[in-house]
């Protein structure tokens, strides 16, 4: 006895094997675009089934949540301004001579005379 041949899981099997082949023709390039493809439509789907399996859950941020939110916001600026307040008034120290550019066989380093 030989089992019954299911036509539509032949022809949805031999319609994979050819656009594999198709793709696999056309070079690495497109094989990746097609699996990547594949991939990003199954994820989709995927995440519709779960969406639809699972109830909604209504997600609010707590006062509590909303309030270390904003201390933490409040706090990093109030560091980053009181950091650059300190940091923005230190000047360098004034030079006892004006900077000389010298010749440029010297350099601006002093010539010992050779005898």
Known sequence: ???TVDTKTV???LGFAQEAALTLAKGPAATGFVVTK???GALRDRRKARKAAAPQSSRRITPVRALAVVGGVVLVT???AVFGRLRGR???PVADA?????TPSTNG???SPTV
């Open 1 to 3: 006895m030989t089992p």
């Open 98 to 102: 004006p900077p000389s550019l010298g």
């Open 90 to 92: 230190e000047l360098p």
């Open 109 to 111: 380093a002093a010539v």
């Open 38 to 40: 594949k991939g990003a």
């Open 78 to 80: 109030a560091g980053a």
């Open 11 to 13: 022809k949805t099997a």
